[in-house]
């Protein structure tokens, strides 16, 4: 039994779901909202729609609890048993990718940038401010900058203009020096390493609807080996990793934790990091 946790409005829980029925695999769905009403979490099993599946008949789990946790934390019933299943997914069931204790790194950026030990990959200058005018800032003030959220949610990363500069920062952002380059995509599952390079005319390429061009392409060794090795050192089995190469160099901006992978398989040959991912559950 492959047990895949989520929510079900996630695009890459549904992606991967499909991904298994054409391979005639089975397969569990918990949909972490239904905790407390059609899902419990037992001492040594699920109890789902009053089905007992215990833990020891669960082979490998792909794990996406991508939940707000505002819906956690302000619902006393539903907390300790999101806790609960925290718990299980880290310390009770094999074969998880990836375990929530693993995860939290890049719910700051700059929090994860600090602690990752890089060799090979650069990190772009970098610096947090709230409660500021960016008029005040003298961190690298002459420099190219971008702008965008600290934490995991997703944000449109732009150019700090002249306009920029007379405005209030009224929440945490990271400023980061503008690296103009190469973007690549590479995703890790293992010691797996799957690559796209990205060609856009915008700073932030998914949100560029005019040009953008994905192609399936390779990335010297060393930087193969760092990501594999980088994704390790986060505890994590699979991860989704943003780099730009300007002039020979690879610079490192995130380390996604729960890579939405999809977009990025539509553009390769076959499903190699689905079947990466599958791999990983049943070895």
Known sequence: MILLVGVNFDKTINYFS????????NFLFINIEDLCTT???KENHFLIKNTKIKYEDIKG???RMVASLDNVINNKIYMPNYAL????LDFELKNVINRPLTTGSNNSKLYQLSIINCKELRIPKCYLSANNLVNNLQQFKEE???YK???SYRSIVNSLTVEDRSKPITCPTLFQEEIKGTNYRVHVVDENVFSLKINSDSIDYRYNFNYIFREE???PEVIKYECIRLTKELGLRIAGIDLIEKEGLFYVLEINTYPGYDCFEDYMQGT???DSILKGMLN
């Open 149 to 151: 959220s600290v934490s």
């Open 18 to 25: 499909n991904y298994l029925v054409n391979k005639e695999v």
């Open 217 to 219: 392409t390779d990335i």
């Open 85 to 88: 299943l925290t718990y299980v």
């Open 39 to 41: 899902v419990k979490v």
């Open 272 to 274: 190699p990091i689905s």
């Open 144 to 146: 190219k900058q971008v």
């Open 61 to 63: 789990v792909f794990n």
